[in-house]
């Protein structure tokens, strides 16, 4: 071996028993029902660099699409999933106390959900998750629902009336639906495309960025503006998960979980101004006016119902908050 050999040998040698024990490094996995260039795919990758970039790499968040949300949520409570990204549609199941935001016409306006949510009836809700199994990290978003079908053009309740409408597996939707007079049918959203190409369902309702997100103006015809349900978000993770972190660590978490959520929301505020035009060009027809009143008046039997059955004491709180 020649000198510069033998002082390279060395050299490797002396590095090899200085260097230290490599970092681990522990995988995230984060699921969520929509393409990543949708609200909930920018939500995510916001997360993920956030918290990556603050814990230097020992952290790595995985982001993956599954179409089937109540099988994520089903996931991350026994912990073959870390992470949830969805809305609030199939979690109901799971904590009965977050059916309270699914109530049709609810909330006034983005500002008034969000304002909502991120006050202390919200963070009384996400509290409700621990006794579950789950723990509910932060609010995200999804948006205002409005309808489609590729039957008739909708103007107002009656036109609803006969249409088989796919919902969430979500009994307050689905209660709505009913009273209108339609046929809800509720199935996971990997089946909705199906559904609607095969004829099984007449139409679904969804946020304007779920229907752009998943040209779901391919199957649909018609589009009305109903504004009838706003669809929080929400980021769930494995309590396991959460309690292994030391406390920085969680901390860095939850700034890179509200870090997700401004992605989110900004997503959501520049779908919502862009995309029923996008989808006019796509070739939709799309109804703009719609007597919200009238609506109302004919989902009166509907909120009697959520009046029993849900916190009623919540939904007053809720109707009458304001900004300080």
């Not at 304002?115 to 621990?130: H, P, R, T």
């Amino acid at each position: 071996m020649t000198l510069t050999r033998r002082a390279a040998a060395a050299a490797l040698a002396i590095a090899a028993m200085t260097a230290g024990p490599a970092l681990a490094q522990t995988t995230i996995t984060i699921q969520h029902p929509l393409p990543s260039a949708s609200h909930y795919g920018v939500g995510a990758a916001a997360l993920k660099e956030s918290f990556e970039r603050a814990t230097a790499g020992r952290y790595r968040v995985n982001i993956q699409r599954n179409d089937n949300e109540r099988e994520i949520v089903e996931s991350v409570q026994i912990g073959t999933v870390e992470c949830y990204i969805g809305s609030t549609g199939p979690v109901g199941n799971f904590v009965p106390g977050v059916r309270v935001v699914d109530v049709p016409f609810l909330f006034r306006d983005y500002a008034h959900a969000r304002g909502v949510l991120d006050s202390e009836i919200g963070q009384g809700l996400l509290q409700q998750f621990n006794a579950r199994g789950l723990v509910g990290v932060i609010w995200m978003e999804n948006g205002f629902r409005h309808l489609t079908n590729s039957r008739r053009e909708v103007n107002s309740p009656a036109d609803v009336r006969g249409l088989k409408v796919r919902t969430m597996e979500n009994q307050v939707h689905m209660r709505a639906f009913t009273t209108l007079g339609a046929l809800p049918t509720p199935m996971a959203f990997s089946e909705l495309v199906p559904a609607l190409q095969q004829g099984t369902v007449d139409g679904q309702e969804n946020p304007i960025p779920v229907i752009v997100a998943n040209n779901l103006n391919q199957v649909q015809r018609y589009l009305t503006l109903t504004s009838h349900v706003y669809s929080p978000g929400l980021l769930i993770c494995n309590p396991a998960m959460m309690q292994a972190m030391s406390p920085a660590d969680r901390a860095a978490f939850m700034a890179a979980a509200r870090a997700g959520q401004q992605a989110n929301r900004d997503r959501v505020s520049s779908d919502d101004a862009s995309g029923v035009e996008e989808l006019r060009r796509r070739g939709m027809q799309v109804v703009t006016q719609v007597d919200t009143a009238a609506f109302q008046t004919a989902l009166a039997a509907a909120f009697t119902q959520y009046e029993r059955e849900l916190d009623a004491a919540t939904l007053r709180r809720i109707r009458a908050w304001q900004p300080n």
